[in-house]
């Protein structure tokens, strides 16, 4: 059956802006900027799509109420709104320009930032110029300009030489260094990550819970960390880093104790030891895992003194992650960083109903749990809902989590402001070097774009912060939510399912228009729509809108097997 | 002459079509893909099938050459699965990099070379010599990774504050941006303009803006320098060599036997002839330069062709891959034949048969 955009229904702006244009049945209607002129309201009702498949979404209608006032109604409650609308990926763009750039607005993206794109030499250098109309605090410094390189030891170099006045992820090897030169400033990036050992619950003998928890009790945490991990990394001991909200202070954790993984693989019939087959890893260096080929080893040695035997199994970084989304791994290493600073985007995603197939087909029990625990409002029942989660966790044991990775960033010592964001979205309109009217940063590598919407590198995210912003925001160098492009934090319904937004007046984008609420609606339609003409992006993924939102209106047909 | 190019040029595209045959078939062979290798963890199933259906690569795989065969011979070379851009604009963008570096670590190369090799030929077995060639055997062995960093070290941090400090990477200094001199002149942007204009040093002087050519060399020696040590090594061992082989040729000995001083025997008779294998070295190490200068382009900062072929195949960027290599190889076949004619023009024996 062909598909037909449903459910579509323009609402005029009613009481406060008067509507010149008449409604068209077929589409919306465009802005003209604002600015007390005419102004026509967009708003997408699709809640006749909530719970319908293949509308996976929790986004049911947008409203643009009036220019200075945007209403989500969601299918479902959501209390991780706030958190969701402050990310990166739903930066406001002019809803003019991502008409005139088709939906694409990759290299030339416009927005409402202390920083605007002054040049974008690819291959070379990102150079940002203050946008002297922000709405805020100007930036002090006049110039940023991003660079990029691989490898530690060069950003550390350019950095010791002057060359630049900040760096992303000094090597681990490289932290005393920085710490004992007077002339720079090491500081640690709180993690928000974590590094486990997942299990397949499918597959035997993986699927024996008190194997599990007898690997998880076999692996000395405190080891690998010291041997494997830069300073500021931490033993993990739930799935939860700190720094997410409902981190249990004091959960239960696998502590190491060989004497009590023998005790269960005993238990569990395997007293001469048990042979888990394969550990599965790929050699791809990441925050919450920086060598894993060594700390492959050396779990595999952990293990085998307790006489569990594994065999490394190092596969190619794309083949891993398509076995690991297929379910097609057993015993395997992998990690998660934060996207945004809610639980359920470390839990959702792994051990939520219809998360990933890496663990296997997954608990009910915990299912059931996390589904309440995401839908419940108040903060002290969601915080028990989630320690219950962590005790089914550490029950169930479908992962052992292990560590939390450190990073760093490393600055010149006269940088004042210098901080690191535990997002590693830094800051630099917050920055300013006496006597210099340019800030150069080094980061890990070059954005494939500047349309955010359409991004998932950090590398990229970073660079959109400065000229795109959001509703709300991260508080500077930490993960509080505060107001941003809103006036204040959003006003919700008694049942969170509706959430609404008053913009502050008088903020332009760098072209000189005006933001209303229309830019807002477009932004988000943009991504939430896969047949809207402007879903076009980079390479059309659009990732993050399914992690914050779901899934799409109207998603392309999964193509028969 | 004109033969000589003909055969050659039609005796290379057999090559050509072998070289992207062989990178299309073993970049696709590779395990992963692009949707696989950007999203990493985030990556799923759907996502990937919709991604990899938008950039046709789900198409069967004689389909997908087909059509990029097609598509080369119209001189489209595709766009890059990751920046969204044609493959030409970013070849237009990085190979002048690239040729601007080979090009001045193969003119250090030379400079240095040739006399040391011409010395040290000269001066057959004293220390100088034995200083030479153990100079040329180190010069070999270093890896150009620790070469590098080892520069850095010394001219960007520890000599930062005296006259011989020299920035650690091969870029322009962060916050330029040079105009390109078909804005200065008020020519309209096209492909060989802005190919041009990509060559730092050149577009500098186009410009009329010494303080951004001094700019651009000053950033270029450090690269340069680690670059040039193994075709230095090579040159000094070749013009050595050489030169020994041609002052024992009869006509050497015959101008000696004429009284000329040495000075003149060696630098006006015998050099020329000694350099004719250089020649030939120059024009495969320029070649091997710019296919294999990735280590430097890494270390020193450098977008060039190394360094953007060695992330496409991370990133399975495919277009990019096969485009890249293919230019390589193009630009590799016409250095062998720019060093053929230059051959035939040094040495009559060649011109004549």
Known sequence: MTRLRSGLVMFVALGLVAASCADDDEGEDSDDGGGGGDFTALAYDESDQC???PYTGNLAQLEAVDELTVRFTLCNPDVALPAKVAFSSVGI????????????????????GPYRLEAWEQGSQIVLARNEEYWGDPAPTATVVFRWSEESAQRLIELQSGAVDGIDNVGPEDFATVAGDDSLQLIEREPLNVFYLGFNVDTAPLDDELVRQAVG????????????????????DQFLPPGIPAYEDGADAYTYDQDRARELLAEAGHPDGIDLGPLSYRNEPRPY??????????????????????????QESGAFIDNANAGDLGLHMLGWNADFPDPTNFWDFHFGEGGTLQFGTGFDDLHEVLTEAAGTVDEAERAALYAEANDVFMQRAPAIPIAYGGSAVAFKAEVDGAHASPLANEAFAAMSLEGQDQLVWMQNGEPSGLYCADETDGEALRVCEQINESLLAYEVGGTEVIPSLAADMPEANDEFTEWTFELRDGVTFHDGSALDANDVVQSYRAQWDAEDPLHVGRDGTFTYWGALFGGFLNPPPEAEA | MTRLVGRRLLSS??????ILLATFAIARLLPGDACEAALQERADPQTCEDFNRRNGFDQPILTQFGDYLGDVFTGDLGDSVRFRRPVMDLLVERLPVTLQLSAAALLLAVVV?????????????????????????????IPVFVLGLVLQYLFAKELADTPFGLPPSGQLTAGTIPEPFYDAWGLEKNTVFDFVANFDLLNAVLIWRWDVFVDAAQHLVLPALALSTIPMAVITRMTRSSLLDVLGLDYVRTARAKGLRERVVVVRHALRNSLLP????LGLSLGTLIGGAILTETIFNLTGVGKTLFDAIQGRDYFVVQGFTLMVAVVFVIINLLTDILYTFLDPKVRVS
């Open chain 1, 51 to 53: 719970g319908q498949d």
């Open chain 1, 93 to 112: 763009h002019p809803a003019e320009h991502l008409e005139e750039t088709g939906g694409s607005p990759i290299d030339n993206p416009i927005g409402t």
């Open chain 1, 217 to 236: 009790y076999a692996i000395d945490k405190d080891r690998l960390i010291e041997n494997f991990y830069p300073e500021g990394s931490q033993v993990a």
């Open chain 1, 289 to 314: 895992l920086p060598q894993p080929a060594q700390v492959a080893s050396d779990i595999r040695d952990q293990l085998s003194q307790v006489g569990i035997t594994v065999s490394l199994d190092e």
């Open chain 2, 13 to 18: 595209i057999p090559v050509l079509f072998g």
């Open chain 2, 113 to 141: 070379g040739v006399p040391l090799g011409v010395i040290a030929g000269y001066r057959q077995n004293s220390k100088t010599d034995v200083a030479t060639i153990v100079g040329a055997n180190v010069g070999v062995s």
């Open chain 2, 278 to 281: 250089v020649v030939t070295v």
